[in-house]
């Protein structure tokens, strides 16, 4: 069983900065992909950002390249999101996910691939 908390959303100008952090527990968590999604009222689930178990990949959704840094500290359990030059686009309910079913050297960008989700953080961006 796996338990992810988010924290560090909030409200912010356009231009700013947040860092989003997701505190994991259990054993697997430092075997897992992890990721973070996105959703906004009346969209669908995005993915924004996605990690190896190492960190040495990550995937990007192209509207967050180059702005967002996504980054984990297995020795603290935890997943991180940085984002910088927020833009009102930006604004949704911001979760992190992990997959556990497997070990694996990949990250994944698909929502049905994860197996446990947190309860999300809300980024709004106001212009």
């Known amino acids: 069983q796996v338990q992810l908390v988010e924290t560090g959303g909030g409200l912010v100008q356009a231009g700013g900065s947040l860092r989003l952090s997701c505190a994991g527990s259990?054993?697997?968590?430092?075997?897992?992909?992890m990721g973070w999604f996105r959703q906004a009222p009346g969209k669908e689930r995005e993915i924004v950002s996605a990690?190896?178990?190492?960190?040495?990949?990550?995937y990007y959704a192209a509207s967050v390249k180059d702005r967002y840094t996504i980054s984990r500290d297995n020795a603290k359990n935890t997943l991180y999101l940085q984002m910088n030059s927020l833009k009102p686009e930006d604004t949704a309910t911001y979760y992190c996910?992990?997959?556990?079913?497997?070990?694996?050297?990949?990250?994944?960008?698909?929502?049905?691939?994860?197996?446990?989700w947190g309860q999300g953080t809300q980024v709004t961006v106001s212009s």
């Open positions: 259990g054993r697997t968590f430092s075997t897992s992909p």
């Open positions: 990690i190896n178990f190492n960190g040495g990949r990550t």
């Open positions: 996910a992990a997959r556990t079913r497997e070990i694996t050297i990949f990250y994944y960008v698909e929502p049905e691939t994860y197996d446990y």
